[in-house]
């Protein structure tokens, strides 16, 4: 049996997807938390193959989530399970640690896949992402520029773009202003502007906002 556990502060998710994985063969639900807290207490009890996590998972950043988990639970195998877009965020939070991204707007039996999948050690994206990553058109011109943010850089720009000051980042982040500050400035170059207006702008065309 696949133990899962799933963290999502959406009751309706997490009834759909305990109810998709309970009437499907060889899979135990094991939890389903709301908070990030509730997720930590939860894996202090119970030792589950794979935690399928909501990116905006309220109290601690999604990906700072994935990586507190990879550092205490080495065991656990995470699957990002988010609404946000699949060809900007999947990169970030492979990159952090992650099995695997799958977005809320995926057919149900992908996340039977996708569990499977995981679960047995796999990476796990869907073959829409691979074809996306497979071109750089014209068209996916901002999309080129996200591939060079790493992975601190798209949490910084995501909190800066949802109107975050640099000291709410900071406390979010658990870093200094000036550290932000930095990470700000190699934005700017990186995406090629040399102001917030402009640095907000790539944001929204990076679907952060």
Same mark, same amino acid.
């Given at each position: 049996?696949?133990?899962?556990?799933?963290?999502?502060?959406?009751?309706?998710?997490?009834?759909?997807?305990?109810?998709?994985?309970?009437?499907?063969?060889?899979?135990?639900?094991?939890?389903?938390?709301?908070?990030?807290?509730?997720?930590?207490?939860?894996?202090?009890?119970?030792?589950?193959?794979?935690?399928?996590?909501?990116?905006?998972?309220?109290?601690?950043?999604?990906?700072?989530?994935?990586?507190?988990?990879?550092?205490?639970?080495?065991?656990?195998?995470? +699957?990002?399970?988010?609404?946000?877009?699949?060809?900007?965020?999947?990169?970030?939070?492979?990159?952090?640690?992650?099995?695997?991204?799958?977005?809320?707007?995926?057919?149900?039996?992908?996340?039977?896949?996708?569990?499977?999948?995981?679960?047995?050690?796999?990476?796990?994206?869907?073959?829409?992402?691979?074809?996306?990553?497979?071109?750089?058109?014209?068209?996916?011109?901002?999309?080129?520029?996200?591939?060079?943010?790493?992975?601190?850089?798209?949490?910084? +720009?995501?909190?800066?773009?949802?109107?975050?000051?640099?000291?709410?980042?900071?406390?979010?982040?658990?870093?200094?202003?000036?550290?932000?500050?930095?990470?700000?400035?190699?934005?700017?170059?990186?995406?090629?502007?040399?102001?917030?207006?402009?640095?907000?702008?790539?944001?929204?065309? +990076?679907?952060?906002?």
């Amino acid at each position: 049996m696949i133990k899962v556990l799933i963290a999502d502060n959406h009751p309706i998710i997490r009834m759909g997807v305990t109810n998709v994985l309970e009437s499907a063969n060889g899979f135990e639900m094991v939890g389903a938390v709301s908070t990030t807290s509730e997720l930590f207490k939860k894996l202090e009890s119970t030792s589950p193959d794979v935690v399928m996590l909501e990116m905006d998972i309220p109290e601690i950043n999604g990906i700072a989530t994935l990586r507190k988990i990879k550092k205490e639970h080495p065991n656990v195998k995470v +699957l990002m399970y988010s609404g946000q877009s699949e060809d900007v965020y999947a990169l970030s939070t492979i990159r952090a640690g992650a099995f695997g991204y799958l977005s809320k707007a995926s057919d149900i039996d992908y996340i039977i896949t996708a569990v499977k999948k995981v679960s047995e050690g796999n990476m796990f994206i869907t073959n829409e992402l691979a074809q996306r990553l497979a071109f750089d058109e014209g068209t996916q011109k901002p999309r080129r520029f996200f591939r060079k943010l790493s992975t601190r850089e798209v949490e910084v +720009l995501k909190l800066l773009a949802s109107g975050k000051r640099n000291k709410d980042v900071a406390i979010g982040l658990n870093l200094n202003e000036k550290t932000v500050s930095t990470y700000k400035a190699r934005l700017m170059k990186k995406l090629n502007v040399d102001n917030m207006v402009d640095l907000l702008q790539q944001a929204k065309a +990076l679907e952060l906002y």
